[in-house]
C-alpha cells in the first residue's frame, strides 16, 4: 500500500480515540449490575478493528465536518456491532467458542448474561446517540439510520436470511448487503450526514460504503478458508464444517478473490471523486483487501 505507515500513523490514532469515547461512555463494572458491565466491557474490548466508527469518523472529515460531532454516532454504531457479535456466537446462531483469540461471552460467562450483553449494547447506542448537542434533526436521522440499519431491515434480516440458507447467489448477495452491509453503509451515511454533505455526495459515499460492506464479507469467507486460525483469533474451515453458503462456494476460491480485486477497486473509483480528502477511504478500503484477520 502506497503511504502505509502514514495511513496506519491516522488509523490507530483513530481508533484510539474511539477506545477513549467508549471507555468514558460505557459505565464501569461496578455497583448491583457488576456482573452484566464486566462482561459487557470484555466483549466490547475485546481487541477488534473498530472499522465501521473509522468510516463515520472519515467520512465526515472528507467533508469538513466536525469529528467530535460524529463520536457518539460513531460509537453507537460500534456498540450495534459488538451486540450482533455476542448473539451470533450463542449457541443458536453460529455457536463459536473463540471471538479474537478470546473465548465468547457466553463461553467466558453463559448464555444468558451473554444475551442480556447484546440487549444493553443496544439500548446503550440510543442513549448515546439521544445525549448529542448537535442540530436535533441530524440526530434524529443519525438514530433512524442505525434503527433501520440494526433491524429488520439491515443486520437481523440478514441475520435471519441467514439461518434460512441462500442458494441463490442473487439472495445470498442480498443477504450479506443486510448482514454485514447495513451497518458499515449505516457508519457512512451517518459521517455524511454530521459532515453536511451535498445531496450529490450520497451516491458516491453509498457506493463506496456498499461494496466495501461485501468485499468485506468475501474476504471473510476467503479467510476461513485459507487464513491462519491463530492471526484470527477463532477456528478456520468453519463455513465448510458447517456447509454454510458462501462467496467461495459460490464462486470458488479464484473467483471469490478476483470478486474481492473488483469491489475494492470500485470502492476507491468512486470515492476518489472527493479528491485528495478521499485518500484514507480510498487507503482503507486497500487495507481491508490485505488484511490476514
Request: hydrophobic residues 40%.
Amino acid at each position: 500500500m502506497e503511504h502505509e505507515a502514514e495511513f496506519l500513523l491516522e488509523y490507530n490514532q483513530k481508533v484510539e480515540l474511539i477506545n477513549e469515547w467508549l471507555e468514558n461512555v460505557v459505565p464501569q463494572a461496578e455497583g448491583d449490575c457488576i456482573a452484566l458491565y464486566k462482561a459487557l466491557r470484555y466483549s466490547l474490548f475485546a481487541g477488534g478493528k473498530r472499522i465501521r466508527p473509522v468510516i463515520a469518523m472519515a467520512v465526515c472529515e472528507m467533508l469538513g465536518g466536525d469529528v467530535e460531532q460524529v463520536m457518539p454516532f460513531a460509537c453507537a454504531i460500534e456498540l450495534i456491532h459488538t451486540y450482533s457479535l455476542i448473539h451470533d456466537d450463542l449457541p443458536a446462531m453460529d455457536n463459536d467458542d473463540l471471538r479474537r483469540g478470546q473465548p465468547t461471552c457466553h463461553k467466558k460467562f453463559d448464555e444468558a448474561t451473554a444475551i442480556l450483553v447484546g440487549d444493553a449494547l443496544q439500548a446503550l447506542a440510543f442513549e448515546i446517540m439521544s445525549r448529542s448537542e448537535i442540530n436535533p434533526i441530524i440526530v434524529l436521522e443519525c438514530i433512524r439510520t442505525v434503527a433501520t440499519a440494526a433491524g429488520g431491515d439491515g443486520m437481523v434480516g440478514g441475520q435471519i436470511r441467514d439461518i434460512g440458507g441462500c442458494e441463490d447467489a442473487e439472495l445470498h448477495n442480498k443477504m450479506n448487503n443486510l448482514k454485514t452491509g447495513a451497518l458499515i453503509m449505516a457508519s457512512a451515511w451517518m459521517g455524511a450526514l454530521v459532515g453536511k454533505a451535498a445531496i450529490e455526495d450520497y451516491r458516491p459515499i453509498g457506493i463506496y460504503a456498499q461494496s466495501l460492506g461485501i468485499a468485506f464479507q468475501v474476504k471473510d469467507d476467503i479467510l476461513d478458508v485459507e487464513g491462519n486460525a491463530e492471526k484470527l483469533g477463532k477456528k478456520t474451515g468453519q463455513d465448510s464444517v458447517t456447509d454454510k453458503i458462501t462467496y467461495v462456494s459460490h464462486m470458488g476460491l479464484d473467483r471469490a478473490k478476483d470478486y474481492l480485486l473488483e469491489l475494492t477497486d470500485n470502492c476507491k473509483d468512486e470515492i476518489a471523486i472527493f479528491g485528495e480528502k478521499s485518500f484514507f477511504l480510498q487507503d482503507l478500503a486497500t487495507y481491508l483487501y490485505e488484511r490476514d484477520n
